[in-house]
Every structure is written in C-alpha cells, then in structure tokens.
C-alpha cells in the first residue's frame, strides 16, 4: 500500500488502488468490530468475580477489578489509535486517487486492455465450443 502512496513516477492502476482501498476498508471495519467488542464487553457482567445467575450483589453488577478496568482502558485506547491511523490512512489513498484521477497519472487503459484480453478470450473459448457442438 505505501508504494502506491509515494510512488509517483510509475503510472498508477485504478484496479491497483481500488483493490488497496477495499482492502483498507475492510480492514477499517474489522477494527471497529473489535473496538465495539471490547468496549461492550466492559459493560457486560461476565467478568471475572461477577455474581453467577442464581446470585445477586447488593448494586445487581459488580465492578471489574482495578487491574482488570485498567488493562481494558489500555486494550480499547490502542485499538482507538489503530482505527485512527487507519483513517489517515484510507484518507490519504483517497486523496491520492483523487489527485491521480484530476492530474492524469491514472493508468485506466491498461485495466481495460485486461479486460478486453478476458473477453477476447472468453469470446474464441465461447465460439470454439459452438463450433465443436455444432
């Protein structure tokens, strides 16, 4: 990904960048789910020490040991800075897009020449096959 950020004398592809920016998304996503998870399960009263079903405590939820809060506080403050920096991250690959499409450095022919080598190729296995059965 950092290659397509800072290279800039190579032609850049679309299908290259769209690729990256898929992939940086769903990598944005499955940190929010982990950023959610950690987060809920702080409020949840599974925890360590915590009354089982058939017992109640005089509040109805015990609170997390201090070691443990504090070892959560730290997990869902390093997993709020990995979102961020993967923000700035997908930030900056859109920006870079966005400047290859408007400065002409986006190599999209090179994209469609592969996809009409595909369906050149699919078009004679389509015809063969006629030809063959018919």
């Given at each position: 990904?950092?290659?397509?950020?800072?290279?800039?004398?190579?032609?850049?592809?679309?299908?290259?960048?769209?690729?990256?920016?898929?992939?940086?998304?769903?990598?944005?996503?499955?940190?929010?789910?982990?950023?959610i998870t950690l987060a809920?399960?702080?409020?949840?009263?599974?925890?360590?020490?915590?009354?089982?079903?058939?017992?109640?405590?005089?509040?109805?939820?015990?609170?997390?040991?201090?070691?443990?809060?504090?070892?959560?506080?730290?997990?869902?403050?390093?997993?709020?800075?990995?979102?961020?920096?993967?923000?700035?991250?997908?930030?900056?690959?859109?920006?870079?897009?966005?400047?290859?499409?408007?400065?002409?450095?986006?190599?999209?022919?090179?994209?469609?020449?592969?996809?009409?080598?595909?369906?050149?190729?699919?078009?004679?296995?389509?015809?063969?096959?006629?030809?063959?059965s018919g």
């Amino acid at each position: 990904m950092s290659n397509l950020l800072t290279n800039q004398q190579a032609p850049l592809s679309s299908a290259a960048l769209n690729e990256t920016l898929h992939q940086q998304v769903e990598h944005l996503v499955r940190q929010f789910n982990t950023l959610i998870t950690l987060a809920s399960s702080g409020s949840s009263s599974s925890q360590p020490g915590s009354p089982s079903e058939g017992q109640s405590s005089s509040q109805g939820h015990v609170p997390p040991s201090l070691p443990s809060a504090a070892v959560q506080t730290y997990r869902i403050t390093a997993e709020t800075q990995a979102l961020i920096t993967s923000i700035e991250s997908l930030t900056a690959l859109t920006r870079r897009m966005k400047e290859a499409w408007v400065f002409g450095e986006l190599e999209t022919i090179g994209a469609s020449k592969d996809g009409e080598e595909r369906t050149e190729k699919t078009v004679r296995e389509v015809v063969e096959g006629f030809l063959r059965s018919g």
